[in-house]
């Protein structure tokens, strides 16, 4: 059995020695509050990869951001099939996406960067979606068959995704509708005049979009490129 005294004296003793501590605390510790859980120190980036790819294609690419400063949870890559139809089916799966990242991240906004027929997916979303415009602070198209190419009239017949990217199709009257850059979002695109998958060349740029030439790259080699790669952080950190 503990003496009455000592009770008394380990009582003092304890709230004496937490004030002591608070007074060793760092001044910037002061009233800190830990971030909330999934907070990202930079805007969230969707990755989004172009037709007959899969989200490997970025790899190049995330490794460049990660050198930036991102890390592993504020990169990300939608992977989806790119046989489907642009509006019908592969926009409300992005936006479906989108909205995962946010509720994991804890962000209000993501930015977009995509690839080739990528780019009609996520123009499509950021237009017509409701929570598009709203959920998306930069648009970066590289090497996007914004007005349609001709090379994809080779696979029309039976692939629905080539149809959406052939010249005046259903989907490129839409886009190009009114407004090709709505909104507050900013946008900009990356073309090269030695593309041999974008035909004309003059279908990636788009009105009220920083528009870059990229100087003569294939298709695939905008998504690899130095000089692109840092154009695109640069861009997203405007």
Same mark, same amino acid.
């Given at each position: 059995?503990?003496?009455?005294?000592?009770?008394?004296?380990?009582?003092?003793?304890?709230?004496?020695?937490?004030?002591?501590?608070?007074?060793?605390?760092?001044?910037?510790?002061?009233?800190?509050?830990?971030?909330?859980?999934?907070?990202?120190?930079?805007?969230?980036?969707?990755?989004?990869?172009?037709?007959?790819?899969?989200?490997?294609?970025?790899?190049?690419?995330?490794?460049?951001?990660?050198?930036?400063?991102?890390? &592993?949870?504020?990169?990300? #890559? @939608? /992977?989806?099939?790119?046989? %489907?139809?642009?509006?019908?089916?592969? =926009?409300?799966?992005? *936006?479906?996406?989108?909205?995962?990242?946010?509720?994991?991240?804890?962000?209000?906004?993501? &930015?977009?960067?995509?690839? #080739? @027929? /990528?780019?009609?997916?996520? %123009?499509?979303?950021?237009?017509?979606? =409701?929570?598009?415009? *709203?959920?998306?602070?930069?648009?970066?198209?590289?090497?996007?068959?914004?007005?349609?190419?001709?090379?994809?009239?080779?696979?029309?017949?039976?692939?629905?995704?080539?149809?959406?990217?052939?010249?005046?199709?259903?989907?490129?009257?839409?886009?190009?509708?009114?407004?090709?850059?709505?909104?507050?979002?900013?946008?900009?695109?990356?073309?090269?005049?030695?593309?041999?998958?974008?035909?004309?060349?003059?279908?990636?740029?788009?009105?009220?979009?920083?528009?870059?030439?990229?100087?003569?790259?294939?298709?695939?080699?905008?998504?690899?490129?130095?000089?692109?790669?840092?154009?695109?952080?640069?861009?997203?950190?405007?």
């Amino acid at each position: 059995m503990s003496k009455p005294g000592f009770r008394l004296r380990a009582r003092i003793a304890v709230p004496l020695l937490a004030a002591v501590a608070s007074l060793l605390l760092p001044t910037s510790a002061v009233g800190a509050q830990a971030p909330p859980r999934g907070a990202a120190a930079h805007v969230p980036v969707v990755f989004v990869h172009g037709y007959n790819a899969d989200p490997g294609v970025w790899g190049g690419l995330r490794e460049d951001f990660k050198a930036d400063g991102y890390t &592993d949870a504020e990169l990300f #890559s @939608f /992977g989806y099939d790119t046989h %489907r139809s642009v509006n019908e089916v592969l =926009a409300g799966e992005l *936006a479906a996406y989108v909205e995962g990242v946010k509720r994991r991240t804890g962000a209000d906004r993501v &930015d977009l960067v995509a690839h #080739s @027929f /990528g780019s009609l997916v996520t %123009r499509w979303y950021v237009k017509f979606d =409701a929570a598009g415009q *709203a959920s998306v602070a930069h648009w970066v198209s590289l090497a996007g068959p914004n007005h349609g190419t001709g090379t994809a009239w080779a696979c029309a017949l039976w692939d629905q995704a080539c149809r959406d990217m052939t010249p005046g199709s259903y989907v490129q009257k839409g886009l190009a509708a009114g407004d090709e850059t709505p909104g507050s979002v900013r946008y900009a695109t990356w073309w090269s005049n030695c593309d041999e998958v974008i035909n004309p060349d003059s279908s990636v740029p788009l009105t009220g979009a920083t528009n870059n030439a990229a100087g003569c790259l294939d298709h695939n080699e905008l998504l690899g490129d130095d000089a692109v790669s840092r154009g695109v952080r640069a861009f997203l950190r405007s």
